[in-house]
């Protein structure tokens, strides 16, 4: 029994591990993409004024300070889901990890908000509670694992 349940935990370790690394090279792939867009528009884009390209410009700054955090998240949870898999889900670090990734989607939801407010106006608020909500989650469940850590310190010490 106890073998048929770390095999499913394996099991589920690495089909989350594969979608990461997917998510993680689609990433590097969609970056490409957008500094390629936003090379061409600076240079085919001569005879646009500056209201015409700024719109653009702006979502692709978006778009690319979005990615970037993306994959920063991933780049963390790639780190945790190998430790985990050594078999060391409690270390120091990976609480750090979970509260910074917590922080990114926090900061990402207001970055989206700010850009919006800046091109469409603050006639249409565009907040994502949604994405509020999974950081604090985060950020709650690095708290937990924190105290996971100290607890596991403490067991070590006492054997």
Known sequence: MEKQKKSVNANTLTVTNIIINIIWYLGFLYLGYLLAFTIYLYFNLENATFNDMSGWYSMTVYDIIK????????????????????????????HDKLKNIGVLLIAISLIHTAFHCLIAGFSELD?????????????????????????????????
């Open 127 to 159: 907040f994502h509670f949604e994405i509020v909500f999974i950081g604090i989650v985060f950020v709650i469940f690095s708290q937990i694992m924190k105290a996971g850590y100290k607890l596991q310190q403490e067991q070590d010490l006492t054997i």
């Open 67 to 94: 990615i970037f955090a993306v994959l920063w998240i991933m780049f963390y949870l790639r780190r945790i889901i190998k430790n985990v898999r050594k078999g060391i889900p409690f270390r120091e670090f990976i």
